[in-house]
């Protein structure tokens, strides 16, 4: 455990600021690995500070939590991405030359693509496909021993994404490329072997989409026509020349990979709806109001969001000297926004830990800085994703699925194992196990 000590800085730092409190730990690495949602939102409660430095990954690194913060953290006169996430990462998780890197001008152009290919429109026909697949690959009741509900969504959104995205995928590739884009958000801190297996994963996705851009751009079958593959395979950021077409794949891989990712929201959203007994009864609660219905199940959504782990943290670079709150933040320096905590910020929630979806019932807007499980700010001008509103209706779709429809019903095998804080992504040991009934889970839950 780290040391909550504090000790004077070893550098100069400007003169209007003082430096902030620092973890007396040579190198706090290992701390972080063993509970990376809660490090930093623990060690600033116990310093009582909204910025402390701690020694990560043998670098000096500013650690952020809270609303104020966040909202600091996505002023772009402050800090930048460009060259911010580790190596690591950016061999596993973001690829090289995407998005997540760029700033400024370079960034806004980029950032619009996604913001256009998300559009409600288009997330409508994904919802759609999803929708059809789900109920596809459903078991049978009695056709079926139990199983992993993580892995059960994998494949499903997979080969949805990718025909939503007009990627053409053999039924035989299937379970190959599931695989692979799990592994770049399942793998990337999985320890050694699962992060190689992740580095691995990567080049081989990026070959493989590579592939079809090359194609698409020579005439060649390749990406379906008028796809959303197909405008990043032909995207230039300033209308010229197209991006470089192993850019292209790693853009792509940002459009593929993160629905499949809403695979570890469904997990934790089912142990929410087997473990919270108060919330589920008034999900189920009969209402004559469908608006009012629709608006208990978007809440349920996003309390699932804000109260469990997704992404820990993200990371930046300060981009000029300047003080904040009486601390001085020096040029070049990493710092890391806790997500996590953020969420769970007692300035910004009443009980932040407990899970109450009622909190969101009547705010269609959440605070933009407050509810961060996918970064802060707008999507369309911050380092916020714009798939969030993907997993909200994704979320939402699988949950009506859920609660409604006959034949899609579950129930849990035993008790719901708690949660590994310790894993990244958080999960269900297993990725909870359930078994499948011939009736909607909301008639076994009420």
């Not at 400007?14 to 972080?32: C, H, K, N």
């Not at 950016?90 to 030359?97: K, P, V, Y």
């Not at 919270?276 to 009864?281: D, F, M, S, V, Y």
Request: glycine share 10%; charged share 20%; proline share 9%.
């Amino acid at each position: 455990m780290s040391t909550l000590a504090v000790r004077p800085a070893a550098s100069a730092t400007p003169v209007d600021g003082a430096a902030p409190p620092r973890l007396t730990d040579w190198d706090s690495t290992l701390a972080f690995r063993r509970d990376p949602y809660r490090f930093i939102g623990r060690h600033a409660v116990a310093l009582g500070t909204e910025v402390f430095e701690a020694r990560l990954m043998l670098r000096p690194t500013l650690c952020l939590t809270g609303a104020r913060a966040a909202r600091l953290f996505y002023d772009p006169g402050r800090f930048e991405r460009a060259g911010a996430a580790p190596g690591a990462l950016q061999a596993t998780l973001f690829g090289r030359g995407g998005v997540q890197g760029m700033d400024g001008a370079a960034h806004r152009r980029r950032k619009a693509l996604f913001v256009a290919l998300t559009e409600p429109a288009a997330v409508d026909d994904l919802v759609a496909q999803v929708r059809q697949d789900w109920q596809a690959a459903w078991p049978r009741p009695g056709a079926s021993a139990p199983f992993s509900l993580y892995d059960f969504a994998q494949p499903v959104l997979t080969h949805a994404v990718c025909a939503w995205a007009g990627v053409p995928l053999p039924a035989a590739e299937l379970p190959l490329r599931t695989r692979q884009l799990v592994l770049l958000f399942d793998g990337a801190a999985g320890g050694l072997a699962a992060h190689l297996r992740a580095r691995w994963a990567r080049r081989r996705l990026e070959a493989w989409l590579t592939r079809g851009v090359e194609a698409t751009r020579a005439g060649r079958p390749g990406f379906r026509p008028g796809s959303a593959a197909e405008r990043i395979a032909r995207h230039g950021d300033t209308g010229a020349r197209p991006l470089p077409a192993r850019v292209a794949a790693v853009e792509l891989l940002n459009l593929l990979r993160p629905v499949v990712a809403v695979s570890v929201y469904l997990s934790l959203m089912g142990q929410a709806l087997h473990v919270h007994r108060g919330a589920r009864a008034r999900l189920l609660q009969p209402l004559p109001d469908a608006a009012e219905r629709e608006a208990r199940r978007r809440a349920f959504v996003q309390e699932v969001r804000r109260h469990y782990p997704f992404f820990p943290a993200v990371a930046a670079r300060v981009r000029d000297d300047f003080t904040w709150q009486g601390v001085a933040f020096r040029r070049g320096q990493r710092a890391l926004l806790d997500l996590y905590g953020t969420c769970h910020d007692a300035r910004a929630w009443a009980d932040p830990w407990d899970f109450h979806p009622q909190r969101f019932e009547h705010d269609e807007r959440p605070p933009p800085f407050a509810l961060i499980p996918q970064g802060g700010g707008d999507a369309a001008t911050h380092h916020r994703c714009p798939g969030e509103g993907i997993a909200s209706r994704l979320m939402g779709l699988v949950l009506q699925m859920w609660l409604d429809d006959d034949g899609l019903g579950w129930h849990v095998v035993g008790e719901p194992p708690a949660l590994r804080m310790d894993r990244l992504p958080a999960l269900p040991l297993g990725g909870l196990i359930v078994e499948p009934v011939g009736r909607p889970a909301g008639a076994l839950l009420a």
